[in-house]
């Protein structure tokens, strides 16, 4: 394939798996005040909000999405939340993840079948065509599939993803066979594959190109692009000719993305009646809106681990390398206070790289409390008894409050003689493309959320061979590989423990937080609930307006 230099370096500079993709089941969302953030309810406004209306027989009105964050890209092969919120809606894959049942259900694939642990058999459905004409067979879904293992184009964001398919090949004119590296365990090579085999039609895509196809994508899925003007909004319309493969089509003649960074101008566009689903409602807005007798506010226990990242490989910092440096940082915060104070108790304390609803989930790792005497032992230990100075860098507007959160750890550090200055808040591309390239710490404020929902990918950031990895560790490397390879369950999360405990004696990621995401929605829009993983959905979703 052609080089595609322009966008390459756009893509790259911006390609961390941070969000992904299917959590476990979840049956509904829980408030934004009040009670246990990890408990599962629901609030509507004023006296028990706006009830339902029917839902047209009929696709009919539009629903607009109000979100801080503009998607770079309209490839399918991405691994942004903002972006798959709008992909999902034009692309279609072969698998997808079940939130009800926690299987792997054939979506554009007839069945797939295991023909030995490193063979896998996918048969296509008949009948299904693209929105512009074209029909799903083998070759269709083998040029795909190559597109997805091309390092210039899918593999560009997802070859965590992807790292252990060899080959992809035709078996007949409806089958393709996947051909994987290690027998690892299959529910992660089905986890990968549920979240990038996305289906793209081979002549246009020829026809146009690399470039020509992210600005004008063409799908199998429910909606096709209309128009799009960059930091300002995304228009999209009903395909007629999605057969509900993926799930019902959204009841909607339209869907409009409406990029606002400003989360003060989100929640005014809400109020006017000018937007329907506001992404990421602040904390403080939550508890005004629910008074507010035609819209609802939503919130659901997130699954993204927000977490410090400390250097020990690109020589930002003499002290980061010191073991007993890292070991402090465990203890240096109060992460309660800090949940309190700026995020108004929406969140909870993590302990390790995953929450419960992980598999692997460590259960009896003990809390990070937060503990001067012992931040200021270690330190001592590492001959730093007045202090360390350590650089903390964070992105400004990629998550909820990063820069304020920033500016309280800087703070709170400084109280156990951790220097944390200078701090600087970076534009996210800046940021993003100077962590690829290990420039910027040796303190980094990042979140991230594993695609499988398995405590091994979340460790994928710590490998070796990672570009966002900031450290190289080849008995973590071998703990890993270890958890990965391990098909039987029980066995693998013994092997998941083995190497969460050997982290956190020698970690280079601190973990720190979970937060809820919160939302709020239009009375008018039915059938819609948030998913933990922050991408948006909109299966027969409809709209009274």
């Known amino acids: 394939m052609r080089r595609r230099s322009a966008w390459l370096s756009l893509l790259l500079v911006l390609a961390l798996v941070m969000t992904a993709c299917s959590p476990g089941e979840s049956d509904s969302t829980t408030t934004t005040s009040g009670g246990d953030p990890g408990e599962v309810t629901t609030t509507a406004g004023g006296d028990g909000g706006p009830e339902p209306t029917d839902p047209p027989e009929e696709p009919s009105g539009k629903l607009v ?122 529910s992660l090579n089905l986890a990968n594959l549920a979240q990038s085999t996305f289906m793209v039609p081979p002549a246009y895509y020829q026809e146009m190109g690399f470039e020509g196809f992210i600005e004008s994508p063409i799908g199998s899925g429910p909606m096709v692009l209309t128009e799009r003007v960059r930091d300002s909004f995304i228009l999209l319309s009903t395909n007629d000719s999605y057969a509900g493969h993926s799930g019902p089509a959204p009841l909607l003649d339209e869907i409009e993305f409406r990029i606002l960074p400003e989360p003060g101008a989100r929640v005014a566009a809400l109020e006017a009646g000018d937007a329907h689903i506001i992404v990421d409602l602040p904390f403080e807005e939550a508890d005004r809106l629910q008074d507010v007798g035609d819209i609802n506010v939503v919130s659901i226990p997130g699954l993204r681990i927000m977490e410090m990242q400390v250097d020990m490989r690109h020589g930002l910092s003499d002290a980061s390398a010191i073991k007993e440096v890292r070991q402090a940082l465990l203890y240096a915060l109060d992460r309660q206070l800090i949940i309190d104070a700026v995020f108004l108790g929406q969140g909870k304390p993590v302990n390790q790289l995953a929450v419960e609803q992980y598999f692997g989930f460590v259960e009896d790792l003990p809390a990070l409390d937060y503990d001067p005497d012992k931040v200021q032992d270690l330190l001592t230990q590492a001959g730093f008894p007045d202090g360390v100075n350590l650089p903390l860098t964070c992105p400004s507007g990629r998550y909820l409050k990063d820069r304020e959160v920033c500016e309280v750890i800087v703070s709170e550090l400084a109280k156990v003689n951790i220097d944390a200055q200078p701090f600087e808040a970076m534009e996210v591309g800046a940021y993003f493309g100077g962590v690829l390239a290990g420039e910027v710490g040796p303190l980094i404020y990042i979140g991230r959320l594993a695609p499988s929902i398995n405590v091994v990918d979340m460790y994928n950031s710590s490998l070796c061979g990672s570009a966002d990895s900031y450290k190289c560790d080849e008995q973590l490397d071998a703990l890993h590989t270890a958890a990965r390879t391990e098909p039987d369950p029980e066995a693998q999360k013994a092997a998941i423990a083995e190497m969460v405990r050997y982290d956190l004696d020698d970690p280079a990621r601190i973990p720190l937080w979970v937060l809820n995401d919160v939302y709020a929605v239009s009375g008018d829009i039915n059938g819609w609930e948030p998913r933990s993983d922050q991408v948006l959905e909109f299966w027969g979703v409809s709209a009274s307006n």
């Open 65 to 186: 999405v109000a979100q801080g964050v503009d998607p770079r890209t309209f490839t399918p092969w991405t691994s942004v939340a903002a972006e798959l919120s709008v992909t999902t809606l034009l692309f279609e894959k072969l698998i997808a993840f079940n939130l009800d049942t926690g299987e792997y259900d054939p979506i554009l694939a007839e069945s797939y079948e295991w023909v030995d642990d490193l063979t896998l058999h996918i048969a296509l459905k008949d009948g299904v065509v693209f929105s512009n004409g074209e029909a799903l067979d083998a070759d269709a879904a083998l040029f795909s599939l190559e597109l997805l293992l091309d390092p210039e184009v899918g593999g560009i964001e997802l070859s965590n993803r992807t790292a252990n398919i060899v080959s992809v090949e035709k078996v007949d004119d409806m089958t393709v066979q996947i051909n994987f590296a290690n027998a690892i365990a299959k």
